[in-house]
Nanobody
Framework: QVQLVESGGGLVQPGGSLRLSCAAS????????MGWYRQAPGKQRELVAI???????TYGDSVKGRFTISRDNIKNTAYLQMNSLKPEDTAVYYC?????????????WGQGTQVTVSS
C-alpha cells in the first residue's frame, strides 16, 4: 500500500505564491509519475502538472508559465510551486502517483489540500 500526504495549501491573495508538497510512503517499488490535479466546486477534476519518469513534464494550459512541478526522487516527494495565483486557481489540489510493481501500474491519490485565492 502507498500513502500520499499533501501539505502547503491555504489562503493567499491574488498574485501571491504557494508551494505544495506531496510525500509518498509505503510499498514503493518505482514511481513512474507524480503530479497534481485539482477540482473546483461544480467542475471536473483537471490536470495541473505531472512529471513522468523525471524526464517529461506536462502542464494544464491554464497554469503554464505560472506553476512549476519538481521531484525529489530520494525523498519520494513532489512539489508544486504556484506563482501569480489567480482566483480561478481556487480548488482542492490532489496529489497523484503512478507506481510500477512487477510490471503492473497502480494509481494513488492524496486526500487533497485546499487552495483559496482571494483578497
Amino acid at each position: 500500500q502507498v500513502q500520499l500526504v499533501e501539505s502547503g495549501g491555504g489562503l493567499v491573495q491574488p498574485g501571491g505564491s504557494l508551494r505544495l508538497s506531496c510525500a509518498a510512503s509505503g510499498s514503493i517499488f518505482s514511481i513512474n509519475a507524480m503530479g497534481w490535479y485539482r477540482q473546483a466546486p461544480g467542475k471536473q477534476r483537471e490536470l495541473v502538472a505531472i512529471d513522468t519518469s523525471g524526464t517529461t513534464t506536462t502542464y494544464g494550459d491554464s497554469v503554464k508559465g505560472r506553476f512549476t512541478i519538481s521531484r525529489d526522487n530520494i525523498k519520494n516527494t513532489a512539489y508544486l510551486q504556484m506563482n501569480s495565483l489567480k482566483p480561478e486557481d481556487t480548488a482542492v489540489y490532489y496529489c497523484y502517483a503512478q507506481i510500477v510493481a512487477l510490471s503492473t501500474k497502480y494509481e494513488y491519490w492524496g486526500q487533497g489540500t485546499q487552495v483559496t485565492v482571494s483578497s
